[in-house]
C-alpha cells in the first residue's frame, strides 16, 4: 500500500520556468491538499480539494494553480516559477472532513534559482 | 479569520528533561489534531482531540484541549532522543475540509 506518493523528489527551475507537481493516492480519499514548508513559516496550505472536480484556495494559493480530474491525483502547477517559490511541497489526503488524520506525501523539494 | 499561535518556536532540552508545547487560537475549534515531523521526513499524524477538557496519553506523551476549546497542549515527559522533531498542532474550525497548521515546535533533544 504506496498511501500518498509525491513526483518529482526534487527539482530545480530557473526563474520563469513552469512545472507540475503530481501527487497520486491509493486509499479512495475523498480529501487532498496541497502545503509548503518554509523554515520557521510552519506548514501553511495552498490549495485544497475536497473532490473530484473540486478546488479551493487555501492560505498562501498566489502563483500556483491546482487540478483534480481524477479522485486520486492532485496536481500542483507552476504557471512561472519565482525565487520566492523555492520551498519543500507537501500533498496529503484524508478520507473526507476535518476530523481525519492527514496522509502525507515524502516532499518535493523545489529550488527556483 | 482563525489564527493559531503555537510556542515556543523551539525548544532545546536536555534529555531526561520535560517539554511542552502550546497551541492557542482565538476562536473556538471543532477540534484539534497534533502532527509530529522527523528531521528530513513528513508530518505523521499523533492524535486528534475533540472534547472539552479532554486529556488522552500516548506512553509518555500527554495531550490536553482546553475547556473553552481554544487553546491544547503537548506535554512530553523524560525526553529521549528519539523525541528529536517539530511538533505541529492543526485547529479544525468546521470549514468544510480546510486544515491550517500551527507555525510548529521544534524540539532538539541533547543526549
Known amino acids: 500500500n504506496a498511501g500518498v506518493t509525491q513526483t518529482p523528489k526534487f527539482r530545480v527551475l530557473k526563474t520563469g520556468q513552469s512545472m507540475t507537481l503530481l501527487c497520486a493516492q491509493d486509499?479512495?480519499?475523498?480529501?487532498m491538499y496541497w502545503y509548503r514548508q518554509d523554515p520557521g513559516m510552519g506548514l501553511r496550505l495552498i490549495h485544497y480539494s475536497v473532490g473530484e472536480g473540486t478546488t479551493a484556495k487555501g492560505e498562501v494559493p498566489d502563483g500556483y494553480n491546482v487540478s483534480r480530474l481524477k479522485k486520486q491525483n492532485f496536481l500542483l502547477g507552476l504557471e512561472s516559477a519565482a525565487p520566492s517559490q523555492t520551498s519543500v511541497y507537501f500533498c496529503?489526503?484524508?478520507?473526507?472532513?476535518?476530523?481525519?488524520?492527514?496522509?502525507f506525501g515524502n516532499g518535493t523539494r523545489l529550488t527556483v534559482t | 479569520g482563525q489564527q493559531v499561535m503555537q510556542i515556543p518556536q523551539y525548544q532545546h532540552v536536555q534529555e531526561g528533561e520535560d517539554f511542552t508545547t502550546y497551541c492557542n487560537s482565538s476562536t473556538t475549534l471543532s477540534n484539534i489534531q497534533w502532527y509530529k515531523q522527523r528531521p528530513g521526513g513528513h508530518p505523521v499524524f499523533l492524535i486528534q482531540l475533540v472534547k472539552s477538557g479532554e486529556v488522552k496519553k500516548q506512553k509518555r506523551l500527554t495531550f490536553q484541549f482546553g475547556e473553552a476549546k481554544k487553546n491544547s497542549s503537548l506535554h512530553i515527559t523524560a525526553t529521549q532522543t528519539t523525541d528529536v522533531g517539530t511538533y505541529f498542532c492543526a485547529p479544525a474550525y468546521n470549514q468544510g475540509g480546510k486544515l491550517i497548521f500551527g507555525q510548529g515546535t521544534e524540539l532538539s533533544v541533547k543526549p
Open positions: 486509499m479512495n480519499h475523498e480529501y
Open positions: 496529503a489526503s484524508n478520507e473526507g472532513s476535518y476530523n481525519s488524520p492527514l496522509h
